[in-house]
């Protein structure tokens, strides 16, 4: 039912909330931002309302602030490939440093933490020591990925990421991405073409000459899905050889903790608005 749910409901929403709560309301995107940003908010002084979309957030906000005249509502969105076009939500509305906020998370210390946790030390130096570090190595394969996603949107191709199978493309071993079978298992993926492989395959081409900041192209969903190959094939411990996405995920936002997200741009651009409008809203680090 919640694709159904629109900006005005979300605001309907915070305007029921604010007859009982006179604090700080948080509009965030969906249950997993709910669960992150609620984790860090000053008890019994902030609610979180979740509008399940990110033009959801930001329209929500605004209509709370200039229709309702309700001043102490903000929202938190994924910046998503807006952080490439260089554009930005308003509202207020703050985005993610990176791509989104699960990005955030693993270019933090929770991801040396979830290595040591599901991680086999020796298999690990021996990852390393030939390929690099493994936070790097997963970048590197998420990023083809991502900059397809910013071809599609840019071209309105339309294109297809969901549930794709990751093993067509990514090498067990090292963690490389093949380009060639990602487009293969892209379009394959994808009921309506609107482009071929070889077309695909040279706008890749020279976007990947664009050398865009890997932490404002990879998806975080695609960095977990590369990591668990890795955990599962190549360097995990006895504990991660069935391992899934869902777990590695919520691991990494269990391990996130006050003190690293306090050193991102987000919480600190959040908690200097707040304080200058009188808001309360992050714990102290």
């Not at 394959?188 to 070889?198: A, I, P």
Request: proline letters at 2%.
């Amino acid at each position: 039912m919640r694709e159904y749910l629109t900006s005005s409901d979300v605001a309907n929403t915070v305007c029921m909330m604010r007859s009982a709560f006179k604090g700080t309301i948080l509009v965030v995107e969906g249950i997993t931002d709910f669960r992150l940003y609620g984790k860090f908010t000053v008890e019994d002084q902030v609610e979180l309302v979740i509008a399940h979309s990110k033009d959801k957030v930001v329209e929500s906000v605004r209509t709370c602030r200039e229709s309702r005249n309700d001043r102490k509502v903000i929202g938190i969105a994924d910046a998503d490939l807006d952080i490439l076009r260089h554009g930005s939500a308003d509202g207020p509305v703050f985005e993610t440093d990176t791509r989104d906020a699960e990005s955030m998370i693993v270019m933090s210390e929770a991801f040396d933490s979830i290595l040591w946790e599901y991680g086999e030390r020796e298999s690990i130096k021996a990852f390393e020591e030939r390929y690099g570090p493994i936070r790097g190595r997963v970048l590197q394969a998420a990023y083809p990925i991502g900059l397809l996603m910013y071809i599609s949107s840019r071209k309105s191709l339309n294109l297809s990421f969901k549930d794709l199978d990751f093993y067509s493309f990514i090498d067990t071993r090292s963690l490389s991405c093949d380009t060639s079978s990602l487009i293969r298992e892209v379009l394959s993926n994808t009921k309506y073409r609107r482009t071929d492989s070889r077309e695909l395959k040279d706008m890749l081409s020279d976007e990947l000459k664009r050398k865009h900041p890997p932490e404002s192209v990879c998806r975080g969903h695609d960095l977990v899905d590369i990591l668990v190959i890795g955990f599962r094939e190549t360097f995990g411990a006895y504990n991660s050889k069935n391992i899934r996405e869902g777990e590695v995920g919520g691991a990494l936002r269990m391990t996130y903790d006050l003190r690293m997200f306090a050193e991102t741009e987000l919480y600190r651009n959040t908690a200097d608005w707040c304080k200058a409008n009188g808001m309360t809203l992050w714990r102290e680090p």
